[in-house]
């Protein structure tokens, strides 16, 4: 019924988020922050480690990429508020409003209401998170500080319209990886009867590690990116 049925579905829905939400928010209040520590200084490491066998002329600056990474976790973190104000604000509009009212909610409006409020959303931080990106490079390049490399980022003269081509085929290719690591984990649903719930844990989980993976990687591709296009830039001056 719950297939057929949106409302009652959302029904089932919150009443399991009202069993699930309190434990999970205790655990979550010290493990997500330790998770995104970790994150900063394994990822500001790592990324130091490739650059520089890209390209053995660059500085290591590991603290300041740290703080870099973490300057554009709360940017991320903002952006996601953004989207869920954007979300409660669509289900005001099409459902819980003309629910309050008496009136039928508009799903269709809803839905099509989230698709085009996340892809915008989507394009907008693709667009303007380029400098979150560039600065890291920037500081190994010149051997810069957190904040001299954020204002290098927003001095790069006609560097920036490519650099923000760049970062928007990058959005294009993390959404096309959303939408691969979403197929892959509905993959198995059609099988539920003949699987055990331990098998779709693992499906899940590796699924979930493969994202990461491939993310990352293009991530580090997006940097590579902005390297060879900087000293192609270097030569031409």
Not at 111 to 139: D, E, K, N
Request: net charge positive; charged share 10%; with cysteine.
């Amino acid at each position: 019924m719950t297939v057929t049925n949106p409302l009652k579905a959302s029904e089932t829905l919150a009443e399991a988020m009202a069993v699930l939400l309190p434990p999970v928010s205790r655990v979550a209040v010290w493990l997500v922050p330790l998770l995104l520590i970790a994150w900063v200084v394994w990822s500001s490491l790592g990324r130091t480690v490739v650059l520089r066998r890209v390209d053995s002329s660059l500085k290591p600056r590991p603290v300041t990429l740290m703080a870099l990474q973490a300057v554009r976790v709360v940017a991320l973190a903002g952006s996601f508020a953004v989207w869920f104000l954007c979300l409660q604000w669509a289900a005001q509009t099409t459902v819980t409003g003309p629910l309050e009212q008496g009136s039928e909610p508009n799903l269709v409006g809803y839905f099509a209401m989230v698709i085009v409020l996340t892809l915008g959303l989507f394009t907008l931080w693709a667009a303007v998170s380029w400098v979150l990106s560039v600065a890291p490079l920037l500081a190994m390049l010149r051997g810069l500080g957190v904040r001299a490399s954020l204002a290098a980022a927003f001095r790069l003269g006609p560097l920036k319209s490519k650099l923000v081509e760049i970062n928007l085929v990058m959005g294009i290719v993390k959404i096309a990886l959303i939408v691969l690591a979403m197929v892959f984990s509905a993959t198995p649903l059609p099988f539920e009867s003949v699987t055990t719930p331990e098998f779709l844990t693992w499906w899940w989980i590796g699924v979930a590690v493969l994202y990461f993976i491939a993310s990352d990687f293009f991530h580090v591709a997006r940097l590579v990116g902005y390297l060879h296009l900087w000293r192609a830039f270097e030569k031409t001056c």
